[in-house]
């Protein structure tokens, strides 16, 4: 059994902590957590391995792995050469890592306490239902409904042609990085910024199938 999950703030997606915290994963003989990071994962390892220890099954394995960093107000996503060069080096720590799994190697975290304290700071700004406040939508939108489709929790309704969001947000960052008129902007900080969407990752995989 295995969760492979990004990244945010300093922590573990609410919606992912929510399901490792009521899944029962007692008859799992094996446990493997893989996540992907950008800029600074903090403590991230520790706060899942924890979150899961206290659900009944700490996992026997956690690892991190450096992507791109899509955090949008704070990044310009890599392009070209550079990006090219951060996926040759991401390929190759899930090569380790799938390795590492496939032999059922133990793998348990320990961070340091000064990225654990970061953590706990910087984690505690998510709160699902402000979340999406400074998201809105350019009058270059069409309408095209692609936001609604690839928003993972169905907080997008399209009406009138526009966005509307509707406050139980996850913070994914799909809504803004799959508008193919890059028409939704966050406040005022991803204006000319560009946009990211993980080569090997088509439009349609994250399309909701309903
Ligand atoms: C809301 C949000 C918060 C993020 N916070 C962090 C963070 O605290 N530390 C970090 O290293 N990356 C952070 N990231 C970056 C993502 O973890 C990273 O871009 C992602 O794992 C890339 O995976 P992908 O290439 O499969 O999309 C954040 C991304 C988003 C959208
Ligand atoms: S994806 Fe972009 S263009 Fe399409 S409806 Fe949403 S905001 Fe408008
Ligand atoms: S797609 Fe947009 S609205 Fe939906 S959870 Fe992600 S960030 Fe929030």
């Known amino acids: 059994m295995g969760i492979v999950c990004p990244v945010y703030s300093l922590g573990v997606p609410l919606i992912v902590a929510d399901f490792v915290k009521n899944a029962d994963l007692s008859a799992a ?3 493997f957590v893989i996540l992907t990071y950008g800029a600074y994962p903090g403590a991230v390892e520790d706060m899942i391995y924890n979150i899961m220890e206290a659900a009944g099954r700490a996992p026997d394995y956690v690892t ?3 992507m791109a960093d899509n955090y949008l107000p704070v990044f310009n ?3 070209g ?5 951060l996926m ?3 390929r190759q720590g899930f090569e380790v890592a799938a390795h590492e799994i496939h032999e059922k190697q133990k793998k348990v975290p320990h961070s340091f306490f000064i990225h654990k304290l970061m953590g706990r700071i910087v984690y505690r700004s998510m709160k699902g239902d402000a979340l999406d406040k400074e998201f809105h939508a350019d009058p270059t939108c069409n309408g095209c409904g692609t936001c609604e489709k690839v928003c993972p929790v169905k907080n997008i309704t399209i009406e009138q042609e526009r966005p509307v969001w509707h406050h139980h947000c996850e913070s994914c960052f799909a809504c803004i990085h799959h ?4 028409a939704i ?3 005022s900080k ?3 910024k560009g946009r990211y969407r993980n080569p090997e990752v088509s439009l349609k995989d994250l399309m909701r199938k309903s």
């Open 29 to 31: 003989e094996y446990v």
């Open 64 to 66: 991190k792995v450096k």
């Open 77 to 79: 996503p890599p392009t």
């Open 81 to 85: 050469e550079k990006l090219e060069s």
């Open 88 to 90: 040759r080096s991401a």
């Open 179 to 182: 508008c193919p008129e890059k």
């Open 185 to 187: 902007q966050f406040g």
């Open 190 to 192: 991803t204006r000319g």
